[in-house]
C-alpha cells in the first residue's frame, strides 16, 4: 500500500510536502502541482482613488464643515418633512421645548441658590422652595421632551429609509437603459445607495446637534445674564475639548478611508465564501486553503490599521481632555475672583459652574456629531444629485398608444452607445411581419442585442426610426409599447417568488391557473413543477427557509413559459435554450412554430441547426446586415456568413 502524503503547509516545497524530491526513486507518479500546496501571495494593497469622498475630512477646512452641516440638517429636514410632517414637527417643537427647559431649569437655580446660601437654611428652603420645583419641573419637562423626541426620530427613520430606498429603485426601474451605459453610472448608483442608507444615521445625528446647539444657546443666555465674562471664559474652557474632538473625529476618519477598500472587498468576498452558489467549485477546486488565507489576511490588515490609529486617538483625547481641564480649573479661578472682589456673590457662581457643565456637553455633542453629519452629508448630496440625474433620463418619449403590430419597420435606424464613437448597430433598414419566425444571427459583438432591444422599444434609435405600423417608437408611450412585448434575455431573472409569481409575474390572471399550466405545457414544465412541494405555491428560492431551487435548464423554461402566457403581439427570445436539454430545447421551439401565426417572433441563437425552423434568418456582422434569407438559400450561398458559421459548428 502507499503510504499517504503529508499535507503540505503553505511555503512547503514538493519535495518536503512528498518526502522526496520529484522523480527520485519511489516518488509519486502524481504530478508535483497536484501534491504542494503553492506559497500563497499576499492580497494586494487595495485604495480605490476614485471615490469621490476621499480624503474629505482630512481635506476640510473647520470653514467647510461649518458651510455645509447647515446644508446637511436642511437636506434632512426636508426628506423628513416629505414622508411624516407631523413626526418632523413634533422632533422640532420637542427640541426647542428640551431648550427651553434647560434654560428656566438654570435660571430658576440662579434665583434658588442665593436663599439655600442664607444664614438660616430653614428659612432659605421655605424662601427656595418655589424655584426649585419650578427647576425640577423644567428639567423633567426636558427630559420628557427629548424622550418624545427620540420616539418620533423612530417612528420618521424606518420612514426615511423606505422613502429613500424606494425612490432610488423606482427611478432605476424607469430610467432609459441607456443611463446604464453612461459612464459612471455604477459608481454614482452605489454613492446614491449609500447616501440613502446613512440619510436615517443622519436623522439621528441632527436631532443630538441641533439638541445640542438648543441646549448650548440655552445654557450660555443664563451665563451672560450672570456676568458677560462668564461666556468668555465658557468658551475657553470647552474649546479645547472640541478642537480635540475634531482631530480625533479626523483620526477615525483616517483609518475608516484606509480600510474602506479593504472592508467592502472583504464584504463581497465573504458572500462569495458563505453562498452555495459556489459551493461545488470551492471544494471541487480544492480553493478552500488559499480563500480562507486571503479572506484572513483582509481580516488582519483591517484589524492592523485600526488598532494603529488607536495610539494617536487615545493621545489626541488626553491632551484635549488636560487641556480642558485646565482651562476648567481657569473658569473656577475667574468665578473666585469675581466672588473675592464682590462681583458675583457664591451662589451665583455655583449656578454659573452648572450652566458651564451644560454648555459643557452640549458643546462635545455638536463637535461629535458635526463631524459625522460633514461626512454623511456628502453622501446625502450624492443622493440627491443622482435623483435629480436620473430623474431627467426616465423614460418619457411620447403619448401616442402602441398597438400589437402587424410589421415591425426599421428605416435607417442606428445605436451608438453613450461615450461611444462606433455605433453597436450601424443604419439598418429591415421589414418584419406578422407570422414570421426570425431568426438573428452573428458573431459575439454583432448587435443582436442591440437590434432586439430597438425592435421591442427599450432603446429608441440614435439615428433613423423604429416603427410599429405606423406608430414611431421614439414618440409612443413606453409602457403601452411593453405591454406587447413577451421577451426572454439572456440573463433571465430567478425570482424569489412562488412559482406561480415566477410565470405570472403582475400580469392578471383572468381564468385562474388554467392559463398558467397551459404556458407551462408549452414549454414541458408540468411535471417537474408538479412535484414541488406546494405546486405553484412553492417559493423558487433555495436560500430561505421552505424553498426549493430549478436547475438551469428549468428556470429558463420558466422564463419561456413566462413570455408566452403574456400572449405577446411581439415575442423576443435571446439564447433561450442554451442551458436546456435535448428535449426542452425541442419542446420550445417546435411551440414558437406553432404560435407563430399570431404574433412577430424573433429568435437569437448559436445553436445553428434550430435556425432551420425560422422563416428567414437575418445575419449580422459588425452592427450591419450582411446577408438575409431561407436558411436553406444561404448556407448554399457561396461566400455567406451563415454558411460559414454552420460548416464551424458542424465540425466541432
Not at 425640577?136 to 423626541?149: D, K, P, Q, R, S
Not at 430623474?391 to 401616442?400: D, F, I, V
Request: hydrophobic share 45%; net charge neutral; glycine share 8%.
Amino acid at each position: 500500500m502507499r503510504k499517504r502524503t503529508p499535507k503540505a503547509t503553505p511555503g512547503t516545497s514538493s519535495e518536503t510536502a512528498a518526502g522526496r524530491a520529484p522523480g527520485s526513486p519511489g516518488a509519486s507518479s502524481v504530478p508535483a502541482a497536484r501534491t504542494a500546496t503553492p506559497q500563497p501571495s499576499e492580497p494586494p494593497e487595495l485604495d480605490y482613488n476614485g471615490r469621490p469622498h476621499r480624503r474629505a475630512m482630512d481635506d476640510a477646512t473647520l470653514r467647510d464643515m461649518a458651510r455645509r452641516i447647515p446644508a446637511a440638517l436642511l437636506q434632512t429636514a426636508r426628506l423628513a418633512w416629505t414622508v411624516d410632517r407631523r413626526m418632523t414637527l413634533t422632533v422640532l417643537v420637542c427640541q426647542l421645548l428640551s431648550g427651553l427647559g434647560t434654560a428656566v431649569m438654570l435660571a430658576a437655580v440662579a434665583r434658588a441658590l442665593p436663599r439655600l446660601m442664607g444664614s438660616d437654611p430653614r428659612e432659605g428652603l421655605t424662601h427656595a422652595w418655589p424655584a426649585l420645583t419650578v427647576a425640577v419641573v423644567a428639567m423633567a419637562t426636558g427630559a420628557a421632551m427629548w424622550i418624545l423626541a427620540d420616539w418620533a426620530t423612530r417612528r420618521l427613520n424606518p420612514k426615511i429609509a423606505s422613502a429613500a430606498d424606494l425612490t432610488l429603485v423606482d427611478l432605476h426601474m424607469r430610467a432609459e437603459l441607456a443611463a446604464y451605459d453612461a459612464q459612471g453610472f455604477g459608481d454614482r448608483s452605489k454613492a446614491a445607495e449609500i447616501g440613502a442608507m446613512r440619510a436615517v444615521d443622519l436623522a439621528d445625528d441632527a436631532k443630538t446637534l441641533t439638541n445640542g446647539l438648543i441646549q448650548l444657546l440655552s445654557a450660555a443666555t443664563v451665563l451672560t445674564s450672570l456676568h458677560p465674562l462668564l461666556l468668555g471664559v465658557l468658551l475657553l474652557s470647552v474649546v479645547p475639548r472640541g478642537t480635540g474632538g475634531v482631530i480625533a473625529a479626523r483620526v477615525d476618519y483616517r483609518v475608516h478611508d484606509r480600510t474602506v477598500s479593504a472592508r467592502n472587498v472583504r464584504g463581497m468576498m465573504r458572500w462569495w465564501l458563505t453562498t452555495a452558489d459556489l459551493a461545488d467549485e470551492l471544494r471541487a477546486n480544492t480553493m478552500r486553503g488559499y480563500l480562507h488565507f486571503w479572506y484572513r489576511a483582509m481580516c488582519d490588515r483591517v484589524e492592523g490599521r485600526e488598532l494603529e490609529g488607536a495610539r494617536p486617538y487615545l493621545l489626541i483625547t488626553l491632551l484635549a481632555a488636560s487641556l480642558g481641564g485646565l482651562f476648567t480649573l481657569g473658569m473656577w479661578a475667574s468665578l473666585a475672583a469675581l466672588v473675592l472682589a464682590g462681583a458675583m456673590s457664591t451662589a451665583l457662581a455655583g449656578t454659573a459652574v452648572v450652566a458651564s457643565q451644560t454648555a459643557g456637553r452640549a458643546l462635545n455633542s455638536i463637535i461629535r456629531y458635526s463631524t459625522v453629519m460633514f461626512h454623511h452629508g456628502l453622501y446625502l448630496s450624492d443622493y440627491h444629485e443622482f435623483v435629480d440625474e436620473v430623474r431627467a433620463m426616465t423614460t418619457a418619449r411620447g403619448t401616442a398608444q402602441a398597438a400589437p403590430p402587424r410589421r415591425i419597420r426599421l428605416q435607417g435606424a442606428s445605436y451608438t452607445y453613450p461615450g461611444k464613437d462606433t455605433s453597436a448597430v450601424r443604419p439598418i433598414t429591415l421589414t418584419l411581419h406578422r407570422g414570421e419566425v426570425v431568426a438573428l444571427v452573428g458573431e459575439n459583438g454583432a448587435g443582436k442585442s442591440t437590434l432586439i432591444r430597438m425592435l421591442t422599444g427599450l432603446t429608441v434609435p440614435t439615428e433613423g426610426k423604429v416603427l410599429w405600423d405606423d406608430t414611431d417608437l421614439a414618440a409612443a408611450d413606453a409602457e403601452s409599447v411593453w405591454r406587447h412585448v413577451g421577451l426572454v434575455p439572456q440573463k433571465n431573472g430567478h425570482w424569489p417568488l412562488a412559482a406561480r409569481e415566477n410565470i405570472t409575474l403582475g400580469q392578471p390572471r383572468e381564468h385562474g391557473d388554467g392559463r398558467i399550466w397551459d404556458a407551462v405545457e408549452r414549454v414541458g414544465m408540468t411535471e417537474p413543477l408538479r412535484d414541488l412541494p406546494g405546486g405553484l405555491d412553492t417559493l423558487l428560492a433555495r436560500s430561505v427557509w421552505g424553498g426549493h431551487e430549478l436547475s438551469g435548464g428549468q428556470w429558463q423554461r420558466l422564463a419561456c413559459a413566462r413570455a408566452m402566457y403574456r400572449d405577446p403581439g411581439v415575442l423576443v427570445l435571446d439564447e433561450p435554450t442554451s442551458e436546456m436539454d435535448a428535449r426542452g430545447e425541442h419542446t420550445v421551439f417546435q411551440e414558437l412554430r406553432a404560435m407563430a401565426p399570431g404574433r412577430i417572433t424573433v429568435v437569437v441563437t448559436h445553436r445553428l441547426d434550430n435556425v432551420r425552423m425560422a422563416d428567414r434568418v437575418v445575419v449580422l456582422d459588425r452592427g450591419a446586415v450582411r446577408e438575409q434569407g431561407s436558411f436553406e438559400e444561404l448556407v448554399a450561398t457561396e461566400g455567406s456568413l451563415l454558411g460559414e458559421l454552420y460548416a464551424l459548428a458542424q465540425d466541432r
